[in-house]
């Protein structure tokens, strides 16, 4: 198979990357320049030089079958940088008779097109949806070779007005962390598509039934279920082994996670970790987590400790359970301490 290629480079002379155009694969190069002649694509603004076939590559990006059907790639529990491009969350997708849907995208267009490539690799099936479970860039930034690919990009209700929001300090933040040449060719996706409480994305012979979330680990979080398997994909609803980050409400995603323990699924997809668990007995750690966060802030509230010194104690009996925990505790324990010192 030939798959459709562009070289982006971040200026003349400086830093380059060969980079995917899905969506022209063919069985011949002649076949694969012939769509590109056909549907010249829109290429990213780094582009250097006209689009090209060649030999589509083997996918890098790991993807292991937790269930039928079901496949699930394990992000580093690391920072983003240069070495790992964002691939820093975990990454979905399920197969049906006739079509292919994707949880979540990875950190960077790069790693959006291993996750095609990966796709490819098992079907030829059409790429119906990607659904995006929350706003963070680590999630997001991989989509657009996916919407390339004929994918209907889906999020909760507000979505769109977040990642708008949020533009400058993503790109600035977490764009510079991963620099070039890992991160030409990355932009915050469109979405075509936002759910306000249920809906279901058909893909023969079974369907995804995605459901927005009330503000739990963000005020965005969408969590899908597959009709077949059972599995649920709860995206940063839960986490394993990376220490959580709350960016929403604790005890909303208290509640939440609550609520979610309390259903029947086989295995849950964390946003980290993993990438599969078995449930509930996969929340327990976050759960323990967040009752610690929430009994140690309303302590500190109740012996009128500053916040400066508060953020230093809340949660710290959780470090040894949690890896890149210093990079997050102190974060939470502000969040935690501004939402409660209010109930």
């Known amino acids: 198979m030939f798959e459709a290629f562009v070289t982006l480079c971040l200026a003349a002379g400086g830093p380059c990357r060969v980079a995917l155009l899905p969506g022209y694969g063919a069985d011949t190069p002649s076949a694969c320049m012939a769509a590109l002649s056909e549907r010249p694509p829109a290429v990213p603004e780094e582009a250097a030089g006209a689009p090209r076939c060649a030999p589509r590559p083997v996918a890098d990006l790991s993807f292991t079958e937790i269930a039928p059907g079901v496949f699930a790639h ?48 098992r079907t030829g099936l059409p790429i119906r949806a990607l659904v995006l479970s929350h706003m963070h860039p680590d999630h997001v930034y991989g989509a657009a070779p996916l919407a390339e690919a004929g994918a209907e990009v889906v ?49 023969g012979g079974r369907v995804l039934t995605l459901e927005a979330e009330p503000t739990a680990h963000t005020a965005t979080d969408l969590i ?34 609550g609520r979610l323990t309390a ?15 078995p449930w509930p ?35 710290v009996t959780e470090a040894a359970h949690w890896r890149l925990f210093d990079l997050y505790n102190a974060r939470n324990a502000t969040a935690a301490y501004t939402e409660l010192e209010w109930e």
């Open 74 to 121: 394990r992000g580093a529990i690391a920072e983003p940088d240069a070495e790992n491009r964002g691939d820093v969350a975990n990454i979905a997708f399920v197969i049906g008779s006739e079509a292919v849907a994707v949880i979540d995208a990875g950190g960077s267009r790069a790693v959006g097109e291993a996750v095609y490539l990966a796709i490819r690799a």
């Open 263 to 277: 259903r029947k699924a086989p295995l849950v997809v964390p946003g980290h970790g993993g990438p599969a668990l």
């Open 155 to 203: 999020g909760r209700a507000g979505l769109a007005r977040a990642l708008a929001d949020r533009a400058v300090s993503y790109a600035e933040g977490f764009g510079s962390r991963i620099g070039a040449p890992g991160f030409l060719g990355t932009a915050l996706p469109r979405v075509d598509r936002e759910v306000a409480e249920r809906t279901g994305i058909d893909l």
């Open 281 to 315: 007995g996969g929340a327990a750690p976050l759960a323990r987590y967040l009752d610690t966060l929430a009994a140690d802030t309303r302590a500190a509230l109740a012996a009128g400790s500053p916040l400066s010194e508060a953020t230093r104690n809340i949660g």
């Open 224 to 257: 899908a279920t597959d009709s077949a398997t059972g599995v649920l994909f709860a995206g940063d609803l839960v986490f394993a082994e990376h220490a959580p980050a709350l960016d929403g409400s604790l005890p909303g995603w208290q509640g939440v996670l």
